[in-house]
């Protein structure tokens, strides 16, 4: 797979990146991508949160339009990794014990 560079480069990029290298596990390895969209990504309760608009424009945006993957991934699998996986595993490593429940502000 070859990408291709984005068009515009901003202060956001990193974040995109760090959810691509996430969603290359579709790519190459499947397996473990099959493990991991089996995990909760708390979707539901963040589309309705600021945040989720936030990270439509700045993260979702950038891989699928300025790096043009919108044919290999979707808006719902990167929204999965960046805020359901990425977000819910470091909220829960600072402020969490196992069996609390997540809840919103």
């Not at 990408?3 to 974040?15: A, D, M, R, T």
């Not at 995109?16 to 099959?34: C, M, N, S, Y």
């Not at 790096?67 to 470091?90: Q, S």
Request: glycine share 4%.
């Amino acid at each position: 797979m070859n990408f291709q560079p984005p068009i515009s480069y901003g202060n956001s990029e990193f974040g995109a990146l760090t959810v691509l290298r996430g969603l290359i596990l579709k790519i190459q390895d499947p397996k473990k991508w099959k493990t991991l969209m089996k995990l909760e990504a708390h979707n539901e309760i963040r589309k309705t949160l600021p945040l989720w608009r936030e990270n439509t424009i700045n993260v979702v945006d950038i891989i699928l339009r300025d790096y043009d993957l919108a044919d290999v991934f979707t808006a719902e699998e990167a929204h999965t990794v960046n805020n359901g996986f990425f977000h819910v595993m470091y909220f829960c490593n600072v402020e969490c014990t196992p069996d609390q429940k997540i809840t919103t502000h």
